[in-house]
């Protein structure tokens, strides 16, 4: 067994890539003792959770086993959930009472959802950053439309299929494009009581235009795509309050959502924040050109990196690096040829990042995007989003399982099947409160649910689970 400890925390992108680089070494593979610790035991594609969540792509074919990949790549992996990470001695507490030495720490626990402090949106907003988070809006949608059928009035149809989506960058608008074509396309022909006059989706956005780190053009082209499509886009709309069924602005006015996705942005776990390091202003890691944590003096910690979501990478503009996977995969390249290096005898560089640019998925009529420079928009820049993640898919299996979603989708419908029973996709309140509109008799606290005895399943909590940047 090799005698240099290396600790990879967080199985996402960023650490994805640097345990395949070491893989990928045969020194680097003697040299160094590799360890991942998720607190899951697979790795997720985030940038295809609004396809999941709308049954375009099939949820498990964006999850590829972490095992899997240790086994074939020769190093070791553990499901656990770090606790605690003890820079001086050079250990990290996982759940249990576990601990695991290191000699060389690699950072990618990636983030998880920034509430900005808004009162009421932890309570009554829905994250959207985990498998089980596209899953869960998915399944709440369908009982929705479900329980608007049988809605006694008008007014009772439209509150029920009202959704709001904070956030207009590029995972909210992808939501609203996804959550608009499901509902018009697919859902809505097959409850002949509704109609579009029923349906409201709404993206509120705080800034002047969508998807601020696109061309000024291409934000343009989203915010018509989905005006066209029958979303309502909210610029300079900062929410101050969400209620149960209801997101107040900072103007004073109140949209009535009674679902409401939160995508405005994220933040290093508080595993990182009680890190004894220096921070960036926005809660990140400060990182020196090769993505070492700084101490709080400003010196680096020699076998600390940090990598992806956490870390507040300076680029040449004196911006820091987006919280995007690209990045994170990057970052994660680097850092891995850093490592290889060191096994190699070899001194690492510093980290210079590329920007390839972005591309945003409208549903399969349309997309935007802009690689190296070249913009382009429509049906052929949908094609080259999907060409692309499929490259980038984690296993030849999974490209073979995306590809033919891909195909299938384009020539057939969304899959409305509701797997997930409605006492998990919706709180008592909202099911006593839907039930009631429908003209059935609220359950009694403590009584048994309408399509079971099971007992309530809790909700989710997106936040402990798998991260998107890392």
Not at 263 to 283: E, K, Q
Not at 288 to 312: H, K, M, S, W
């Amino acid at each position: 067994m090799a005698g240099h400890r290396l600790l990879i925390l967080g199985g996402g992108f960023g650490g994805l890539d640097v345990a395949r680089s070491i893989a990928r070494s045969r020194a680097a593979r003697g040299y160094w003792d590799t360890l991942l610790i998720d607190k899951e035991n697979f790795f997720q594609f985030n940038p295809l959770l609004p396809a999941v969540a709308v049954g375009s792509v099939e949820t498990r074919h964006i999850v590829y086993p972490l095992r899997e990949m240790a086994r074939h790549r020769r190093i070791r992996f553990i499901k656990n959930k770090a606790t605690a990470i003890d820079l001086e001695r050079r250990r990290v507490e996982l759940h249990n009472g576990l601990s695991e030495p290191y000699d060389t720490l690699v950072i990618a626990v990636g983030s998880v959802t920034n509430w900005y402090g808004v009162p009421g949106a932890q309570a009554h907003a829905r994250p959207f950053k985990t498998i089980v988070d596209a899953m869960t809006l998915r399944a709440r949608v369908v009982e929705l439309f479900e329980m608007a059928e049988q809605a006694r009035s008008d007014a009772q149809r439209r509150r029920l299929l009202s959704f709001v989506i904070v956030g207009g960058g590029v995972t909210g608008v992808e939501v609203a494009a996804e959550l608009i074509e499901m509902s018009r396309e697919t859902l809505l022909p097959r409850y002949p009581t509704l109609s579009d006059s029923h349906l409201s989706v709404t993206v509120l956005e705080g800034g002047d235009r969508l998807v601020p780190a696109a061309r000024p053009a291409h934000s343009a082209y989203v915010a018509g795509f989905l005006a066209k499509r029958g979303v309502r886009v909210h610029l300079g709309a900062l929410v101050t309050r969400v209620d149960p069924h209801a997101v107040t602005l900072r103007d004073g006015r109140t949209l009535e959502a009674f679902t409401c996705v939160w995508t405005a942005g994220v933040t290093p776990p508080d595993l990182v924040r009680r890190l004894p390091v220096r921070f960036h202003t926005d809660g990140r890691v400060a990182v020196d050109g090769e993505l070492r944590a700084l101490r709080p003096d400003g010196t680096p910690f020699d076998d600390v990196y940090v990598i992806g979501d956490c870390a507040a990478s300076p680029r040449a503009d004196g911006r820091m690096q987006s919280q995007l996977a690209q990045t994170a995969i990057g970052m994660g390249m680097h850092v891995g040829e850093s490592l290889v290096r060191r096994a190699q005898g070899r001194a690492a560089g510093s980290f210079v990042y590329h920007d390839p640019g972005y591309i945003i998925s409208l549903g399969k009529h349309s997309s935007v995007l802009d690689l190296f420079g070249i913009p382009l928009s429509g049906k052929l820049a949908w094609l080259i989003w999907a060409g692309a993640y499929l490259v980038k898919m984690v296993g030849f299996r999974k490209q073979i399982e995306v590809g033919i979603d891909h195909l299938t989708h384009l020539w057939f419908e969304h899959d409305t099947s509701q797997i997930l029973n409605r006492r998990v996709v919706l709180s008592d309140d909202e099911l006593n409160l839907a039930l009631a509109e429908s003209g059935a008799e609220p359950a009694a606290p403590g009584a048994p649910p309408p399509d079971g005895p099971a007992p309530a399943a809790p909700r989710p909590e997106g936040a402990e689970l798998q991260s998107s940047g890392s």
